[in-house]
């Protein structure tokens, strides 16, 4: 995959920013991602962990960029401003770094959304929500949140989701500045077959993507409304594309070891 002219990348975000969501339904929302993500992210996912010790991942750049920009009010400014750029590449990595320089700051002290919420477990055990909180009951919460993240991936069939979601369910982060890397690192998802960079897509649709995790949450956002629609939220759906490009990427990559071996 080529990277793309500087025209053709901006031309596909002020397509993006002025599409009122149609946008993200198309081929081209997927090509974005995927140009993002190859020629963006990475660099600036390792220039945060390098200068500020931040674990911050490629995906989570991606994932950042997206929803700023389907945010009118930060698409209309990154609109304006690569519109008048020689570089709308430059341009963009600039507003992604100063981004991600964001999400390192709210490493300290910020509580994952689910937390601050009254009343809701903290466990399986405790998980017995009590419906005077008009909190939707944890176990109906993994079954909805289970049923969106398989509607985005193929291979539902072959790979434990509903196990993955009852994680994130059960554990909350007490401490969003590490919670998704110490995810990453947990034994379990190992034993679920689940690679670190599959986890990371899972944590940013489930928990939520950093730095305000509350935005892409589909825990939370069931544990709130057990009516909600994540296709009707561009934030929430954003994040699943993301997911699904990631866990597509890490399927591609398994394919190729186990042909090798």
């Known amino acids: 995959m ?3 002219s500087g025209n053709r990348l ?7 920013a002025s599409s009122g969501g149609a946008f993200w339904a198309t081929s081209s929302c997927g090509e974005l991602v995927a140009q993002v993500d190859r020629y963006l992210a990475g660099q600036i996912a390792r220039s945060v962990r390098s200068k500020l010790g931040y674990a911050l991942e490629r995906d989570e750049v991606t994932n950042t960029v997206l929803v700023r920009l389907a945010d009118p009010e930060t698409g209309k400014v990154l609109v304006s401003g690569i519109q008048g750029s020689r570089d709308p590449w430059a341009y963009l990595a600039k507003c ?9 700051g709210h490493r300290v002290g910020e509580l994952d959304a689910m937390v601050d919420l009254p009343g809701v477990a903290g466990s399986a055990a405790d998980a017995g929500l009590d419906p005077a909180h008009g909190l939707t009951p944890l176990p109906v919460v993994i079954d909805k949140t289970t049923e969106t993240v398989e509607a985005y991936v193929d291979d539902v069939a072959d790979r434990p989701y509903r196990a993955a979601v009852t994680w994130f369910a059960e554990n909350p982060p007490t401490h969003q500045g590490h919670g998704h890397s110490d995810a990453r690192r947990a034994p379990e998802f190992g034993r679920m077959g689940f690679a670190p960079d599959e986890v990371g897509a899972l944590a940013r649709v489930t928990w ?4 305000n995790m509350h935005v892409t949450s589909l825990l939370r956002a069931f544990l709130l409304d057990d009516s909600f629609d994540p296709h009707a939220s561009r934030p929430h759906r954003l994040a699943l594309m993301n997911m699904r490009a990631t866990l597509a990427r890490a399927g591609v990559q398994r394919g190729g070891q186990r042909a090798a071996s």
């Open 2 to 4: 080529q990277r793309w």
């Open 10 to 16: 901006k031309a596909t975000v002020i397509a993006a």
């Open 96 to 104: 992604a770094s100063m981004w991600a320089i964001g999400q390192a």
């Open 208 to 211: 939520g993507g950093r730095p």
